[in-house]
Structure formats: structure tokens, C-alpha cells
């Protein structure tokens, strides 16, 4: 039997046919173990928008949490005398042009302020509980150097 076998090996009619289904088998393979990597590639593209997706959602649920300093028990029965006592604490009041509530908001203007002031007192405003809903700031050229003028539109915070 093994020397029947060996026969039908050796014939030059059976190597074409055969040498034909082992290129066929190895193609096959190759086929087979390209899709399987490639399965393993669109798992770990998955996985990773997976990852980012949830960064994504950890970073807007962290986002939607009050800051501290903004609560709302932390926010006065009166936005304006809030205001009021920012701009005196800063001695900001003599260059105090306008400071009324209407149905925007709350607005002051401020004239002739240095860059340190101007950031002070919007820190001020912050850390208060108030919001700034729009700010026009505008440097006016003068002798002495630049100085600002600042118009904000705030409301207590939510």
C-alpha cells in the first residue's frame, strides 16, 4: 500500500493537480489568518473608542458639577450689594461710571483701570458667586500708558 502511495506521488499527472491544492491550502491559511488578525485590529480600534468615549463622558459629567464657591446656598439675597461691596473692597468706586440691574443682568462700568485691577476685581466677581454674561473691555491710550474700560453684564449663578 505505501509503495502504491508513493507511486501516485511520484506521477508526473497527480504533482500539477497537487502542487494546485497545496498552493490553494497555503492561500487558504494566509486568507484565514489575515482576517483573524484584522478581527484582532477592528477589536482594538473598538476598544479604543470605547476608551474615549468614556473620558468623554467622565469629563462632561465632572464639568457638570457646581464649582466650589458657586452654590447656590453660597449666593447672596442681593447680586448688586454683592457688587457694590467688591468695587469698595477694591477702592474701585470713584471710577465707577454705572452700576444698575435691569432685566439682563446686573451692569457696571468701570473707567481708567489698570490690567491687575481689572483682573482682581473679575476674580473677585468669581469667587462671589456672580456670573459674567458679557464683558466689553476697551484700552484707552493715555500719556501714562494704557488704561481700561470695561462694561460687564453679570447675574447670580445657577
Do not use: H
Not at 467622565?58 to 458657586?70: D, E, S, V
Not at 454705572?98 to 446686573?106: E, H, K, P, R, T
Amino acid at each position: 500500500m505505501i509503495a502504491g502511495l508513493r507511486e501516485i506521488l511520484n506521477d508526473s499527472d497527480f504533482r500539477k493537480p497537487g502542487a494546485l491544492c497545496a498552493a490553494a491550502l497555503v492561500a487558504w491559511v494566509l486568507l484565514i489568518a489575515l482576517m483573524l488578525s484584522s478581527d484582532t485590529s477592528l477589536r482594538l480600534v473598538s476598544s479604543n473608542l470605547s476608551s474615549s468615549a468614556r473620558v468623554l463622558d467622565y469629563a462632561m459629567q465632572f464639568k457638570a458639577l457646581p464649582r466650589a464657591g458657586n452654590l447656590i446656598t453660597d449666593i447672596p439675597d442681593e447680586p448688586l450689594s454683592v457688587l457694590s461691596n467688591i468695587i469698595d473692597a477694591l477702592g474701585l468706586r470713584s471710577r465707577m461710571q454705572q452700576l444698575q440691574s435691569n432685566a439682563s443682568g446686573i451692569v457696571v462700568q468701570l473707567e481708567r483701570l489698570y490690567g491687575d485691577e481689572l483682573g482682581e476685581l473679575l476674580g473677585s466677581i468669581e469667587n462671589s458667586g456672580l456670573t459674567i454674561k458679557t464683558a466689553e473691555i476697551r484700552a484707552l491710550p493715555r500719556d501714562d500708558g494704557r488704561l481700561l474700560s470695561a462694561i460687564l453684564t453679570m447675574e447670580a449663578a445657577r
